[in-house]
């Protein structure tokens, strides 16, 4: 009886997911692929933003973490990149060096919560001009 409840439970979790997602269905090409980054946005800024600032720099001490970027140094990292990926988009030279944080002075935790930000309201707004027309257009880059 127990297995049935859990399955029932189970499979009642699943389908209010599906209810509420048909009001959500992406409108265009731009809602839908924006829908991804829109995901990762708010998991990565809800981490970014939950992270006690005495902690960002933050680097495992224990186990094999050479090399390992520090929690400011990755939140610095992912808004370069977000920039860099968006400017390819658009067919622009994107920055330099996002591997070490790119060429924003941000440090703080205020700072790069800032650059995040802007990175991620970047993006949205780049993939908010993706149409029918451009979808397939060739992006190059790294």
């Known amino acids: 009886m127990k297995s049935v409840a859990l399955i029932a439970f ?12 048909q009001q959500d269905i992406p409108k265009n090409i731009a809602e839908s692929v ?4 829109r995901f ?18 933050f680097i495992p001490a224990t186990g094999n973490f050479k090399n390992t970027r520090s929690f400011a ?11 860099a990926f968006f400017n390819e988009i658009e067919g622009k ?10 060429p924003s002075k941000a440090k703080t935790k205020g700072e790069l919560l800032q650059y995040l930000h802007q990175s991620f ?6 993939l908010a001009t993706i149409n029918a027309q ?5 992006v190059t880059g790294r």
């Open 34 to 37: 924006g829908d991804v980054l």
């Open 121 to 126: 309201d970047y993006g949205n707004g780049v």
């Open 73 to 83: 140094e990755q939140v610095k990292h992912v808004a370069c990149v977000n920039f």
């Open 40 to 57: 990762a946005q708010q998991g990565f800024l809800a981490a970014a933003e939950a992270m006690p600032a005495d902690k960002y720099s």
């Open 93 to 102: 030279t994107p920055p330099e060096l996002c591997e070490k944080g790119g």
């Open 10 to 21: 189970y499979l009642l979790l699943c389908a209010v997911p599906g209810f509420s997602q």
């Open 134 to 138: 451009n979808a397939l257009d060739r």
